[in-house]
């Protein structure tokens, strides 16, 4: 154990009587202990525990694998949630475009549109006609006829 | 290491009920034979709690790692390389020993498991001893040697107090710690060097 080490002979001498005394205590703290393990190896339940234990575990890990899975799945879902909202967006963003613009949507345009008709419904949904402004559009339908 | 039981079986005469073999016993648990796994457990818990004993006093506490070990070692049994008559003996005390070490670790974490200290009369008892080479025989010197042991080598490490029990107690060659703890030869006898040097420094210290 020294190695090729010079040591003090008094130095090992001392080592080894503490190895002596640390190895006679160490046997002494094992022994003394051989009747309670005697006694837990003839416990009369002791299977019965360990059944239990390791039914208790298997359900433990179960719950754990349950967990884990859903964890998996939903780990596995988030590039393709991730995939459909961008599509979803592509899709609203083209269609938006596509096929109408914003000056078409704005109450101005609206208001300067030919057919009455559509005024009125626009009119209707956006708040109560005064009395007033129904009589402004029929004469403003008739100037317009006059004009023709 | 080994235990007789196998020798046992093998000394009984042909013509008697003999008893059906480790490797047999895991072979048929393996298949959910729960008659199997009780044989193994019957067989090899006095062996278990034994290994258990060496580290811990209380009864609760060498329960504690019988069941820890025995259920490790049901969870573990596919896994395990059935192949040699005594391999089964030499797996259930490696997963012992683990789970000493574990507990052991568990210990040292605890508030409430910090090392009282050694009195004056137990240090005078133990410059005695020393002087005398080896502690007294008789019940109240085997008393005293007890409490002051556990004292002492609950300033170990856990990893010092499992070699030197292994290397002491046990009577483990140093090829069976290694293969056992799965390092080499070298390392084992470093670390048995150094496990004695921390054992020396504790008593130093109440010498």
Same mark, same amino acid.
């Given at each position: 154990?020294?190695?090729?080490?010079?040591?003090?002979?008094? *130095?090992?001498?001392?080592?080894?009587?503490?190895?002596?005394?640390?190895?006679?205590?160490?046997?002494?703290?094992?022994?003394?202990?051989?009747?309670?393990?005697?006694?837990?190896?003839?416990?009369? $339940?002791?299977?019965?525990?360990?059944?239990?234990?390791?039914?208790?575990?298997?359900?433990?890990?179960?719950?754990?694998?349950?967990?884990?899975?859903?964890?998996?799945?939903?780990?596995?879902?988030?590039?393709?949630?991730?995939?459909?909202?961008?599509?979803?967006?592509?899709?609203?963003? *083209?269609?938006?475009?596509?096929?109408?613009?914003?000056?078409?949507?704005?109450?101005?345009?609206?208001?300067?549109?030919?057919?009455?008709?559509? &005024?009125?419904?626009?009119?209707?949904?956006?708040?109560?006609?005064?009395?007033?402004?129904?009589?402004?559009?029929?004469?403003?339908?008739?100037?317009?006829?006059?004009?023709? | 290491?080994?235990?007789?039981?196998?020798?046992?079986?093998?000394?009984?005469?042909?013509?008697?009920?003999?008893?059906?073999?480790?490797?047999?016993?895991?072979?048929?648990?393996?298949?959910?034979? &729960? *008659?199997?796994? &009780?044989?193994? $457990?019957?067989?090899?818990?006095?062996?278990?709690?034994?290994?258990?004993? %060496? $580290?811990?006093?209380?009864?609760?506490?060498?329960?504690?790692?019988?069941?820890?070990? $025995?259920?490790?070692?049901?969870?573990?049994?596919?896994?395990?390389?059935?192949?040699?008559?005594?391999?089964?003996?030499?797996?259930?005390?490696?997963?012992?020993?683990?789970?000493?070490?574990?507990?052991? %670790?568990?210990?040292?974490?605890?508030?409430?498991?910090?090392?009282?200290?050694?009195?004056?009369?137990?240090?005078?008892?133990?410059?005695?001893?020393?002087?005398?080479?080896?502690?007294?025989?008789?019940?109240?010197?085997?008393?005293?040697?007890?409490?002051?042991?556990?004292?002492?080598?609950?300033?170990?490490?856990?990893?010092?107090?499992?070699?030197?029990?292994?290397?002491?107690?046990?009577?483990?060659?140093?090829?069976?710690?290694?293969?056992?703890?799965?390092?080499?030869?070298?390392?084992?006898?470093? %670390?048995?060097?150094?496990?004695?040097?921390?054992? %020396?420094?504790?008593?130093?210290?109440?010498?």
């Amino acid at each position: 154990m020294a190695g090729h080490k010079k040591t003090d002979p008094m *130095t090992d001498e001392a080592n080894a009587q503490l190895d002596q005394l640390g190895r006679a205590l160490l046997l002494h703290a094992s022994a003394s202990n051989e009747a309670e393990a005697e006694a837990v190896a003839a416990s009369p $339940f002791a299977y019965t525990r360990l059944r239990a234990r390791i039914t208790a575990e298997h359900e433990r890990r179960a719950g754990g694998e349950t967990w884990l899975t859903l964890l998996g799945v939903v780990w596995r879902s988030v590039p393709a949630m991730g995939l459909v909202a961008v599509f979803a967006f592509i899709l609203f963003w *083209t269609s938006s475009f596509g096929t109408t613009s914003p000056g078409v949507l704005s109450d101005e345009a609206l208001m300067d549109a030919r057919d009455a008709g559509i &005024e009125n419904v626009v009119f209707a949904d956006r708040r109560t006609l005064s009395s007033d402004d129904v009589l402004a559009t029929i004469l403003q339908g008739d100037e317009r006829e006059n004009s023709r | 290491m080994a235990d007789n039981s196998d020798s046992r079986a093998l000394e009984s005469p042909p013509h008697s009920n003999v008893e059906p073999s480790d490797v047999e016993l895991v072979s048929r648990a393996v298949a959910d034979d &729960e *008659t199997a796994f &009780e044989e193994l $457990f019957n067989r090899h818990r006095r062996r278990v709690s034994l290994i258990a004993s %060496r $580290f811990f006093r209380q009864r609760e506490q060498i329960e504690e790692v019988v069941q820890e070990s $025995f259920m490790k070692a049901y969870l573990a049994l596919p896994d395990f390389s059935n192949s040699q008559e005594n391999s089964f003996a030499s797996w259930i005390a490696r997963i012992a020993f683990n789970a000493c070490y574990d507990e052991l %670790r568990r210990m040292k974490r605890r508030p409430e498991s910090a090392t009282s200290n050694v009195s004056e009369e137990e240090s005078a008892w133990l410059k005695a001893q020393l002087r005398s080479q080896g502690a007294g025989d008789d019940v109240e010197a085997a008393a005293v040697a007890r409490d002051l042991a556990d004292k002492l080598l609950a300033r170990l490490s856990p990893e010092d107090r499992l070699l030197l029990v292994m290397l002491d107690v046990e009577g483990l060659s140093v090829a069976e710690i290694g293969e056992m703890n799965k390092w080499s030869i070298s390392k084992v006898k470093v %670390r048995a060097h150094r496990a004695r040097a921390s054992l %020396r420094r504790v008593l130093e210290r109440f010498l």
